[in-house]
């Protein structure tokens, strides 16, 4: 408009152009009034145009840097998570570290002990219990309040330099329930309250000095109960649950009779029930229910009897107007969508996405619900991996769009974000990566129909991409997604997108020029995003702390989207992280909400198969639980949070 006004020196000319375009407006009258008093000619103008544009441009580049505050430098903190009025943190090199959200009060806080954060940690009354190491006392149970003097031994359970090395914490009825060892009970299920009277043993399963933990504790909450897998050396590793108590620890069911494991993978709350995969060794792995009774183990549906030892392997159990959908594979039809109420009958096939034996391979943990629909991926022959919807039938389950013609995929990744634990919609969309085989992995955007999913924009120009699933920091807020992304010319840095080719933009070129500076989200805390990125100001590549000034409000669930009146949301909703993320033996997801409701965490492969689940009671506050991943081979896998609202799902990578 500014170029159109000044098109041309005549007055009367520029005037009536104004007119013609219905342009009599303050904006263009002031710049016309400007031009008539100043009778300027071209040239000048050329030089005002050039003063005004270097203005503008430097005036975006200050309020770039204004949004980003560094709080600290190169101090490589791995994972953080709001406790009280401070944001309690871990660095790389396992030391304890604060913020309020200024930099004179970012800082390492305690000495005396190393986080052994691998082993995983909780939150619980408004403090952090964490494997601490220590010359003294070797790998044991400690807390902190983010104070030196309130970080601090709970117990030296295994007396002296020798470790118990506590694991799998878990918070359940306001206390802390992990696993432990002592030179004379063996890795054992513990409990405490936070003090060193209240940390005992809860009950020594697998008498003598044998372990019954093996490998992953699998701790599931629901309907008050708290399960978890133990091996008792009689009846191999399978489900049991406990009240707290020695004699209320006891096995749910010996599934595969005798000393045989049964494999429990995937528990998933349904209602008051718990549905599961498990093997009973007659039927391979299949589909079961339990009410915490042992008459009440009992297997759902044998869904694959053509042979009777290979089972179907039902995983991705995904929540959808009172039934629970999943993958389930058959010699018949390969692996497809099916879905349950909870009885034989009630258990079937949705559709044969991919006709045949062939695998369309549904994504189901990774789903998400716009209205009366949920969508994931799945695969055809004809069509590549790409987008689906379904409303729970089989004549409308269809795809939603081939973004990449023909059998090659686009390989939608449609949840993206790394907090949220809801099915979030933006103005009632959903974003999403996926390649068109034109422009490259780029951000995409859905409303639930094949004409309102398009490219948000070609960040990255030509047949690069510019955003990837290996970077997981993506955020949804009330002004659009916050993420990661390269346009080929800065590095992966921070952008924002409101879903809008105009409204995507890069938010700081932290690392200058062409390097990266990665930046990775550690935590949402007083509606403010911190956020880690290397600068670039050192050979190591240790990564900064790093503050965004823009005040935000996460979103409610898809839900609630059409109204947000539902009476369990407040404007911050529920929200999630994970850390460390790559890991190696333990995930510590940090849950905060405001309403007490229940959810629940699931672990799955790339396939879809469900490695671990369990509930979180009922959350509200800021609570941390831990999720043993130490027994998964190396690779990608996903992490969902279910809520009464919805889910969500996040990648993580074991090393």
């Not at 303050?26 to 005004?52: A, V």
């Amino acid at each position: 408009m500014f170029d159109e006004c000044f098109e041309k020196n005549n007055r009367k000319n520029e005037i009536k152009k104004c007119k013609l375009e219905g342009l009599i407006k303050t904006d263009c009258l002031n710049r016309n009034s400007f031009f008539i008093r100043t009778n300027c000619k071209p040239t000048f103008m050329k030089h005002i145009l050039r003063i005004l544009y270097t203005t503008a441009i430097l005036h975006l580049a200050l309020f770039a840097t204004a949004q980003v505050t560094k709080l600290a430098n190169n101090n490589n903190i791995q994972f953080g998570s709001p406790v009280g009025s401070k944001v309690l943190m871990v660095s790389k090199d396992s030391l304890l570290w604060s913020t309020d959200e200024t930099t004179a009060n970012t800082k390492n806080y305690a000495t005396n002990v190393k986080v052994d954060y691998n082993h995983g940690l909780a939150i619980l009354s408004n403090k952090v219990y964490f494997p601490g190491r220590n010359s003294a006392n070797g790998n044991e149970l400690w807390v902190t309040d983010g104070t030196a003097t309130g970080t601090k031994l709970v117990k030296d359970i295994f007396a002296g330099t020798k470790s118990s090395s506590p694991t799998d914490f878990f918070v359940f009825n306001n206390t802390l329930y992990f696993f432990a060892k002592t030179s004379t009970n063996g890795i054992e299920l513990w409990k405490s309250n936070g003090t060193a009277t209240g940390t005992i043993i809860v009950k020594n399963i697998n008498a003598g000095s044998a372990d019954s933990y093996s490998n992953f504790a699998n701790f599931f909450a629901n309907n008050n109960i708290l399960y978890f897998v133990a091996n008792d050396g009689a009846h191999g590793t399978e489900l049991w649950k406990t009240n707290g108590t020695a004699s209320g620890t006891v096995m749910v069911k010996d599934i595969n009779v005798g000393k045989g494991s049964s494999n429990v993978l995937g528990l998933t709350a349904f209602g008051t029930q718990v549905i599961f995969s498990a093997s009973d060794s007659v039927h391979g792995q299949e589909l079961w229910i339990t009410n915490g009774t042992s008459t009440g183990t009992k297997m759902v549906k044998d869904i694959e009897s053509t042979i009777p030892t290979f089972g179907s392997n039902p995983s991705g159990f995904y929540l959808f107007n009172g039934k629970l959908y999943f993958s389930a594979l058959t010699f018949a039809n390969g692996l497809e969508l099916w879905v349950t109420d909870g009885t034989t009958t009630g258990t079937k096939m949705v559709k044969d996405i991919n006709a045949g034996n062939a695998s369309s391979s549904p994504f189901t943990f990774d789903a998400i619900t716009i209205g009366s629909k949920f969508y994931f991926q799945a695969t055809t022959n004809s069509q590549g991996a790409e987008l689906w919807s379904s409303d729970g039938t089989s004549t409308n389950t269809k795809l939603l769009k081939d973004i990449r013609a023909g059998s090659a995929s686009s390989d939608p990744f449609i949840d993206i974000d790394f907090f949220t634990g809801r099915d979030n919609l933006f103005n009632g969309k959903i974003f999403l990566m996926a390649n068109n085989g034109t422009n490259g992995n780029e951000l995409w955007i859905t409303n639930g129909t094949a004409t309102g999913t398009t490219m948000v924009k070609d960040i990255n120009p030509g047949t690069k991409s510019s955003v990837s699933s290996n970077n997981l920091s993506y955020f949804y807020t009330n002004l659009g997604l916050y993420f990661p992304a390269t346009n080929g010319t800065n590095g992966v840095e921070f952008w924002l997108s409101n879903g809008t080719s105009t409204g995507t933009k890069m938010i700081k070129d932290i690392n200058v020029g062409a390097d990266s500076s990665s930046p990775s989200v550690i935590t949402f805390f007083n509606h403010h995003l911190l956020f880690t990125a290397d600068d670039g100001d050192n050979a190591a590549r240790k990564t900064d702390l790093f503050l965004l000034n823009v005040t935000l409000d996460t979103l409610p669930s898809a839900a609630i989207a059409a109204t947000t009146t539902d009476v369990n949301v407040a404007p911050d909703g529920t929200t999630f992280s994970i850390y460390p993320n790559p890991a190696t033996d333990h995930l510590t997801v940090t849950v905060t909400s405001v309403s007490d409701k229940k959810a629940w965490l699931t672990v799955t492969n790339q396939q879809g198969k469900q490695l671990h689940t369990q509930e979180l009671n009922r959350i509200k506050g800021i609570i941390q639980y831990s999720v043993n991943i130490k027994t998964l081979p190396p690779g990608m896998y996903y992490l969902q949070l279910t809520t009464s609202s919805g889910m969500k799902s996040v990648k993580f990578i074991k090393n």
